[in-house]
């Protein structure tokens, strides 16, 4: 009867060690994207720093509209 029980113990044992060993294979999957995509978004943004550090393109005015023409709208409002 106690080689049963034992024989018992080990077969759950591994049922749990399954299990278990496939929550961490779902979790390292997981865990690997998260890091992929963080690779993948600091590559983006090494890109667009690296754009704009090299980019030299003189400052624009905020407004581009003659001024006249502009004063003659908010004076029709």
């Known amino acids: 009867m106690f080689a049963v029980q034992v024989s018992i113990q080990i077969i759950n044992a591994f049922v749990q060690m399954r299990r278990i ?14 890091e992929n995509k963080l690779v993948e978004h600091d590559q983006k ?6 754009a704009l550090e090299q980019s ?14 502009m004063l003659t709208v908010l004076f029709q409002i």
């Open 45 to 50: 943004f090494s890109q667009i720093f690296n």
């Open 21 to 34: 060993i496939g929550q961490e294979t779902i979790q390292h999957l997981r865990l690997s994207n998260i």
């Open 56 to 69: 030299e393109l003189p400052q624009k005015e905020f407004f581009s509209m003659d001024k006249f023409l």
